[in-house]
């Protein structure tokens, strides 16, 4: 399974920007579709995810601002982030998993908020 992330931007604190993580190669039996983040000198984040069967989860930080969807026949799912804060700022990587635990990353895109 190939991930490419796309979405990438620059946006003023409160503002609203979606990503979108396209699979390709054999996305069939992806359990799991996720996003997570990483800080300039900070670790890699859990940010959200969406298993096959549409339960979704929360990292604290973004709980009512972020959500993640998926539309099955376009292989893709998404992030929706609004209310955007500067702590915000970081690269987002989307992840797949399939049965097995085998997880698949994709390239990262650059979220800045800043005014």
């Known amino acids: 399974v190939q991930l490419q992330a796309s979405g990438r931007g620059l946006v003023q604190p409160g503002g609203s920007l979606r990503l979108s993580c396209a699979a390709s190669g054999r996305p069939g039996g992806i359990s799991v579709r996720a996003w997570y983040r990483q800080a300039p000198g900070k670790g890699r984040e859990f940010v959200a995810s969406i298993t096959a069967g549409g339960s979704t989860q929360y990292g604290d930080s973004v709980k009512g601002r972020f959500s993640i969807s998926r539309d099955i026949r376009l292989n893709t799912f998404y992030l929706q982030m609004n209310d955007l804060k500067p702590d915000d700022t970081a690269v987002y990587y989307c992840?797949?998993?399939?049965?097995?635990?085998?997880?698949?990353w994709g390239q990262g895109t650059q979220v800045t908020v800043s005014s």
């Open positions: 992840k797949a998993v399939k049965a097995g635990g085998l997880d698949y």
